[in-house]
């Protein structure tokens, strides 16, 4: 049996470099272009109003909420959540950031499939996470028969739901990119040269969830090798 930091721990290594180098672009990039101010003077409160107001969408507010890069939209609450700098900042970054979340309100509004998907794999896949290492780690550890191995395809087929949502979750985030991009450069909501700008943003926080998808795909590789290891 493999030791705590077992061999199959190297499959991480890649992935967890990956990581770290998009966390690092995707926050020099956003504290670049939140210093750029958009020559709209909107801030990104005032531009995720606008597109929703635009495209017929008036059910669904815009709030503040705490933390940094914590934006994010609620389909079951149906509000914009936009951190403090997003919502109160005139940036080419808050705007951008803003637009990106609105993309998921018009996900929402033309049930867009990947984002019904996506909602109702939330809560499987939070709980799934939750248990699977618990349940892998106890059928690895202790070598019960008839047990041991049931407990760790148990940890799998959890695990494999938290996989199945970050990979969801990529078509779900370029899609919202894209939707973005489009209402700010057919609106003249931004310049051609802002949009670009604002382009930036976008691609940079995406690397985060294709590094997410790929650490949860070789974190699933590695579950498998363990548990096919064991005699």
Same mark, same amino acid.
């Given at each position: 049996?493999?030791?705590?930091?077992?061999?199959?721990?190297? =499959?991480?290594?890649?992935?967890?470099?990956?990581?770290?180098?998009?966390?690092?672009?995707?926050?020099?990039?956003?504290?670049?272009?939140?210093?750029v101010p958009?020559?709209?003077?909107?801030?990104?409160?005032?531009?995720?109003?606008?597109?929703?107001?635009?495209?017929?969408?008036?059910?669904?507010?815009?709030?503040?909420?705490?933390?940094?890069?914590?934006?994010?939209?609620?389909?079951?609450?149906?509000?914009?959540?936009?951190?403090?700098?997003?919502?109160?900042?005139?940036?080419?970054?808050?705007?951008?950031?803003?637009?990106?979340?609105?993309?998921?309100?018009?996900?929402?509004?033309?049930?867009?499939?990947?984002?019904?998907?996506?909602?109702? =794999?939330?809560?499987? %896949?939070?709980?799934?996470?939750?248990?699977?290492?618990?349940?892998?780690?106890?059928?690895?550890?202790?070598?019960?028969?008839?047990?041991?191995?049931?407990?760790?395809?148990?940890?799998?087929?959890?695990?494999?739901?938290?996989?199945?949502?970050?990979?969801?979750?990529?078509?779900?985030?370029?899609? %919202?990119?894209?939707?973005?991009?489009?209402?700010?450069?057919?609106?003249?909501?931004?310049?051609?040269?802002?949009?670009?700008? %604002?382009?930036?943003?976008?691609?940079?926080? %995406?690397?985060?969830?294709?590094?997410?998808?790929?650490?949860?795909?070789l974190q699933?590789?590695?579950?498998?090798?363990?548990?096919?290891?064991?005699?």
């Amino acid at each position: 049996m493999f030791g705590f930091f077992d061999p199959t721990m190297v =499959l991480l290594v890649p992935a967890l470099i990956f990581a770290f180098w998009a966390q690092w672009k995707v926050q020099s990039t956003y504290k670049k272009f939140s210093r750029v101010p958009a020559a709209n003077g909107r801030t990104g409160r005032e531009m995720a109003l606008a597109i929703m107001a635009r495209n017929g969408v008036a059910d669904v507010s815009v709030e503040q909420v705490g933390g940094v890069l914590s934006d994010h939209y609620d389909p079951r609450a149906k509000q914009v959540r936009l951190s403090p700098g997003n919502y109160q900042d005139h940036s080419i970054a808050s705007i951008a950031v803003a637009a990106h979340e609105v993309g998921h309100v018009l996900q929402h509004a033309e049930r867009y499939t990947p984002l019904a998907l996506r909602t109702a =794999l939330a809560p499987v %896949a939070s709980i799934g996470s939750m248990a699977a290492f618990p349940l892998f780690m106890i059928g690895l550890l202790f070598n019960i028969p008839g047990v041991s191995k049931v407990l760790m395809d148990l940890g799998i087929l959890f695990f494999t739901g938290a996989v199945l949502f970050q990979l969801i979750t990529l078509p779900v985030e370029f899609d %919202a990119s894209k939707r973005a991009l489009a209402q700010l450069t057919s609106s003249g909501d931004l310049r051609p040269q802002e949009v670009g700008q %604002a382009k930036q943003v976008l691609d940079a926080a %995406a690397l985060t969830y294709v590094a997410a998808a790929a650490m949860a795909a070789l974190q699933l590789l590695r579950l498998v090798l363990l548990r096919n290891s064991r005699r």
